[in-house]
T-cell receptor
């Protein structure tokens, strides 16, 4: 079993829909990261969380330490949100999930 | 501020050769991490450097090595290349360990 599991693996939605991507982990962590990777490889760090909730524009990330679970939400999704979203957990080392490929249709 | 830069951007090598990849962090950033990304394994952690010292190392064979210089620039080296080393190698920098990382564009290595 992978130490970091993301769901769904692939998600296609219509523009404007509310998107939720989930991340569950089985190891102790000091922080959890959400990353965005666009075609071509560039990676952007979206959030770093150790508790609670963070919001940046249309993106919201939450984490429940007791349940070892985090969610990334996108409100009013747009085709430019199409990317791979990667969850990563960090203690002394960083472990990545396999990513969720999101495709938003216009 | 300029972002994280990696050189070269693309590289083709043959099995058995060795390769050196370079990463220049954002000015003022002292921590540099290296990652390997492949279609099969996804992203995997290689090393983390801070103040010229390796803080952490991922589960990679000894053929993979790295170093950090006094100006925080970092290099990683892969010796005796194998076909399976074909990957996108990403470098990320942060001001200090544990802080938000900023990723470079990556070096795409193809081993033939």
């Amino acid at each position: 079993k992978n130490e970091v599991e993301q769901s769904p693996q692939n998600l296609t939605a219509q523009e404007g829909e509310f998107i939720t991507i989930n991340c569950s982990y089985s190891v102790g962590i000091s922080a959890l990261h959400w990353l965005q990777q666009h075609p071509g490889g560039g990676i952007v760090s979206l959030f770093m969380l150790s508790s609670g909730k963070k919001k940046h524009g249309r993106l919201i990330a939450t984490i429940n330490i007791q349940e070892k679970h985090s969610s990334l939400h996108i409100t009013a999704s747009h085709p430019r949100d199409s990317a791979v979203y990667i969850c990563a957990v960090k203690d002394d080392k960083i472990i990545f999930g396999k990513g969720t490929r999101l495709h938003i249709l216009p | 501020k300029a972002g994280v830069t990696q050189t070269p951007r693309y590289l083709i090598k043959t099995r058995g050769q060795q390769v050196t990849l370079s990463c220049s962090p954002i000015s003022g950033h002292r921590s540099v991490s290296w990652y390997q990304q492949t279609p099969g394994q996804g992203l995997q952690f290689l090393f983390e450097y801070f103040s010229e010292t390796q803080r952490n190392k991922g589960n990679f064979p000894g053929r993979f090595s790295g170093r950090q210089f006094s100006n925080s620039r970092s290099e990683m080296n892969v010796s005796t290349l194998e076909l399976g080393d074909s990957a996108l190698y990403l470098c990320a920098s942060s001001q200090d360990p544990g802080e938000t990382q900023y990723f470079g564009p990556g070096t795409r290595l193809l081993v033939l």
